[in-house]
């Protein structure tokens, strides 16, 4: 049975820090790992998809990483911002989709 | 594109009575979802579907949750009778395909309170 854990499950961080947040899982037979954000109150909005056969992926400040073999995956987040401030959730996919418990970041000004 | 629809986007409900959600996924996505996401937690899986066969529903409480989706397309979750410990957003999302190197996409969700 997949089980995908997030750490921290909680970061406060000052304006411009880097930041890396885990998440790891325990059956590395997945289809791609995707990276989401949920603003309080919100639903799920997807910010990367890395596939299996991929080591990493970039949107703007954001990078994932995957490295299947020890079922790890990273998300770094470059010089943040207050507006990063949301709950990040990482989810494998094999023929399910299953989700970690997820990093509450707060950045403060 | 059109994203994945859910209404509604709330509900209040006192216990024991009965409560629909309905989800109506990206055209041509064949897979869908449906979570239960309690506050502070990670959304949990209740029911998969590809097309309008289950795939699974192993965490689905099946005494009092029940799901749908008739024609391979619009979807319902229903409780009943719903219990306190219902209350959550529940998370409907879509994929193009099971079991492939595809996307999910997610509705906005809906707010269950049972009081």
């Known amino acids: 049975k997949q089980e995908v854990t997030q750490i921290p499950a909680a970061l406060s961080v000052p304006e411009g820090e880097n930041l890396v947040l885990n998440c790891s899982f325990t059956?590395?037979?997945?289809?791609?790992l995707q990276w989401f954000r949920q603003d309080p109150g919100k639903g799920l909005t997807s910010l990367l998809l890395?596939?299996?056969?991929?080591r990493e992926q970039t949107s703007g400040r954001l990078n994932a990483s995957l490295d299947k073999s020890s079922g790890r995956s990273t998300l770094y987040i470059a010089a943040s911002q207050p507006g990063d401030s949301a709950t990040y959730l990482c989810?494998?996919?094999?023929?399910?989709?299953?989700f970690g418990t997820g990093t509450r970041l707060q950045v403060f000004p | 594109e059109a994203g994945v629809a859910q209404s509604p986007r709330y509900k209040i409900i006192e216990k024991r009575q009965s409560v629909a959600f309905w989800c109506n996924p990206i055209?041509?996505?064949?897979?869908l979802y449906w979570y239960q996401q309690i506050l502070g937690q990670g959304p949990k899986l209740l029911i998969q579907?590809?097309?309008?066969?289950?795939?699974?529903d192993s965490q689905l409480p099946k005494d009092r949750f029940s799901a749908e989706r008739l024609k391979g397309v619009d979807s319902t979750l229903k409780i009943q009778p719903a219990k306190l410990e219902d209350s959550a957003v529940y998370l409907c999302?879509?994929?193009?395909?099971?079991?492939?190197?595809?996307?999910?996409?997610f509705g906005q969700g809906t707010r269950l309170t049972v009081v």
């Open positions: 579907f590809q097309n309008n066969g289950v795939v699974d």
């Open positions: 999302a879509s994929a193009s395909r099971q079991g492939m190197n595809t996307e999910a996409f």
């Open positions: 890395i596939q299996s056969s991929q």
């Open positions: 059956d590395s037979a997945i289809y791609n």
């Open positions: 989810a494998v996919r094999n023929d399910k989709l299953i």
């Open positions: 055209s041509g996505h064949a897979t």
